[in-house]
């Protein structure tokens, strides 16, 4: 049985507490891995679906965004449960950072937490439409406002552009969070795929820059090696939905320079532990049928080396996309991080929502 199909308190209970991490070790062929483990029945129901796409990588940059979108869109809640801002702020790297902010409707005059959300889509892809049901819902699971950073996606904009874009929003919601009704003693980070990898690089950039650090993060089955070494790179190549192919299709997109992959930046796993030390609690969840699982394991288990307060969770039965692509999202698995990333959050925040 796998316990992510019971939803119960004490399962969450169970799900709070920290797990073992796979060691990355690309010398195996699949064969030597053991068999493919099985989906949950209806996460099965979604990946048949998929299975008759063109894959993603197959396509141009337009049409694979177009493809993405559309397998997204219908499904959206809109925007009449919170309250919507769009922004365009003249700082960063671009000169224009794209902002948008999603506030809790009935929040009166006190100042809510405010959540950084850095989205996925391999550099390439989605955008405030494409998560308006994911953002939306963490508004009402926290009680928190959510600052959704758009930023200039690959081939566009490559390495590090889009991190430097999510540094200078960061320091803009620190100086006026207040403006828009957020407090910014009271934030945090939500990144999943890439917004995760993102999500590191602040850290690591707000520890190299001695800049305010957020009081927690939540990585969802984040990128933090380049190198598409290990493990489960080797058992799930062929995906489901996410493959080694589409990976490193988009990594060339964003990271054209080959050279500059090993930078601690571009692959957070490669940073000396010391360097980690000072990172604020973390969550991470992975997949596990996914590319990424062992890297975001073994990445946890190297902030856990170097003091940080880390939960891992690796979600059974279920595989990259869970968190944001709307076909998943009311899945077993899907809906049990949720509400993880959202007790977290609220402990944090003291929302008690």
């Not at 709070?16 to 062929?29: E, R």
């Not at 990128?223 to 493959?243: I, K, M, Q, R, W």
């Not at 891992?312 to 968190?323: D, I, P, S, V, Y």
Request: some cysteine; aromatic content about 10%; glycine content about 8%.
């Amino acid at each position: 049985m796998q316990l992510l199909f019971l939803l119960s308190l004490p399962l969450l209970s169970f799900l709070l507490s920290p797990t073992t991490a796979l060691q990355c070790n690309n010398t195996l062929p699949a064969s030597c891995l053991g068999p493919v483990p099985p989906l949950e029945p209806s996460t099965q129901a979604v990946a048949d679906n998929l299975g008759s796409q063109t894959p993603l990588n197959n396509l141009s940059y337009s049409a694979a965004r177009d493809a993405f979108d559309a397998f997204n869109i219908p499904t959206n809640p809109g925007l009449s449960s919170v309250v919507y801002t769009e922004l365009n702020v003249p700082q960063g790297p671009t000169g224009n950072l794209n902002l948008h902010i999603y506030l809790p409707k009935h929040r009166g005059r006190k100042l809510v937490p405010a959540i950084l959300y850095l989205h996925g889509g391999g550099w390439i892809l989605g955008d405030p439409v494409v998560y308006q049901q994911a953002v939306v819902s963490l508004v009402h699971d926290t009680g928190a406002g959510v600052v959704f950073v758009n930023y200039t996606r690959a081939p566009e904009a490559v390495y590090p552009v889009a991190i430097e874009e999510a540094y200078s929003a960061l320091q803009w919601l620190y100086a006026h969070a207040g403006e828009y009704g957020m407090d910014a003693k009271k934030v945090a980070f939500v990144g999943d795929s890439v917004g995760g990898h993102m999500a590191i690089g602040l850290s690591l950039l707000s520890l190299q820059r001695n800049t305010t650090l957020p009081l927690y993060q939540a990585l969802i089955y984040p990128v933090t090696n380049l190198a598409c070494e290990s493990d489960s790179y080797t058992l799930f190549h062929d995906g489901p939905f996410l493959t080694a192919a589409l990976i490193r299709w988009m990594i060339d997109a964003w990271t054209p320079d080959v050279s500059r992959r090993s930078e601690i930046l571009a692959s957070p796993l490669l940073a000396p532990i010391n360097q980690l030390e000072g990172f604020p609690p973390t969550l991470v969840i992975t997949a596990e049928l996914d590319p990424l699982r062992d890297e975001g394991e073994v990445f946890a288990q190297h902030l856990a080396a170097a003091g940080v307060d880390t939960t891992e969770l690796r979600a059974q039965g279920t595989f990259h996309g869970f968190w944001s692509v709307n076909a998943l999202r009311q899945t077993p698995v899907a809906r049990v991080a949720r509400e993880l990333v959202a007790v977290k959050l609220r402990g944090v925040f003291g929302t008690g929502y």
